[in-house]
């Protein structure tokens, strides 16, 4: 994390936060967890098209497009944010992990936290039909890439080197949480 550019107020409660946050995603079993400055995400609404054609989940799952917001409309409130914690962990415990992380953000005072994540939903086998709500819409997180993220162009920038998986090939996934 580069320190220097908090806002003088609230550097060491951020920064402690930022370290508590950290701890807690290590101790969960994420296989790491990196902080950097939200304006260090690399925003890129192209990233909507590779999810519109391409990927399965498109139109199947109320976590990505064109359920979530348009990265037009999510670029404005991304902004907002000051920094970005981005946790790797196993596909099956990463909603789990950026959910219970948004928590203890909010829990430390950040209460516009928000937990993002690669992938479609997991939590249900198939999602609901059109028009029906969540099943479980205090743990949906959309996806990254859907709102307009360019993962592998922030973790490259956050000094994570990663490729894209072949077919077979097991990797671990990414999810961010916003914080203020
Ligand atoms: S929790 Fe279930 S119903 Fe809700 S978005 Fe995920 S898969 Fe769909």
Redesign the pocket.
């Known amino acids: 994390m580069k320190k220097g550019s908090m806002g003088a107020r609230s550097e060491m409660t951020i920064e402690k936060d930022l370290d508590a946050l950290k701890e807690l995603a290590l101790e969960k079993g994420a296989v790491s967890a990196t902080v950097i400055a939200a304006h260090e995400i690399v925003f890129d609404e192209r990233t909507v098209y590779k999810c519109q054609f391409g990927c399965p989940a498109y139109g199947r ?3 990505c497009p064109p ?1 979530t917001p348009h990265p037009s409309e999510f670029e404005k409130a991304l902004r907002r944010y000051k920094w970005a914690m981005l946790v790797e962990c196993g596909m099956e415990e990463l909603n789990r992990m950026v959910v219970e992380l948004e928590k203890a953000a909010m829990r430390r005072g950040n209460y516009l936290a928000l937990g993002l994540k690669g992938h ?9 039909p059109p028009g ?6 205090l ?2 997180r959309p996806s990254m890439s859907g709102l307009g993220i360019n993962v592998f162009a922030t973790l490259a920038q956050a000094g994570i080197e990663r490729r894209l998986a072949m077919d077979g090939e097991e990797h671990t996934s990414w999810g961010m949480i916003l914080i203020d």
Request: hydrophobic fraction near 25%; proline fraction near 10%.
């Open positions: 799952f109320l976590t359920y479609r939903c997991y939590l249900c086998e198939e999602c609901v029906e709500p969540c099943r479980d819409p743990n949906a």
